[in-house]
């Protein structure tokens, strides 16, 4: 019951993460002017949205990339809990380079 669990809470959070991700990607494609004017200026406008879409991205890469430095601590229950969300998701690197290389994020 403790794994069915989980995954219903990985579940709702990549969706979450995704739908956010998404919703910033429009917002920066497609500008409401409305939203524009709530800021001091354009550039804050997509600062804002590019933020948010790098934070989102952010999140949902830490659900399938261990990510090795000298100053990680990685405990067991992470590293087995990002091994599971990359079988139960069926995330591969080299389909989704954009979460598991920094070359396209600098690109943008």
């Known amino acids: 019951m403790e794994e069915r669990s989980y995954e219903v ?8 993460y995704i739908s956010s991700a998404l ?5 920066i494609l497609q500008p409401c002017n409305e939203n524009i ?8 406008y997509y600062r804002y949205y590019v933020d948010g879409l790098f ?10 990339i261990c990510k090795y430095n000298k100053s990680d601590d990685l405990s067991r229950k992470k590293i087995e809990r990002i091994e599971s969300n990359r079988n ?3 995330f591969s690197e080299e389909e989704y380079t954009v979460y598991s290389g920094s070359v396209v994020k600098t690109k943008i």
């Not at 919703?23 to 917002?27: F, G, K, P, V």
């Not at 934070?55 to 399938?64: A, E, H, S, T, V």
């Open 9 to 16: 809470e990985t579940t709702y959070q990549l969706k979450y």
């Open 23 to 27: 919703i910033s990607i429009n917002q």
């Open 37 to 44: 004017k709530v800021f001091d200026s354009e550039i804050q």
């Open 55 to 64: 934070y989102f991205l952010g999140l949902i890469n830490d659900r399938f």
């Open 88 to 90: 139960n998701y069926h």
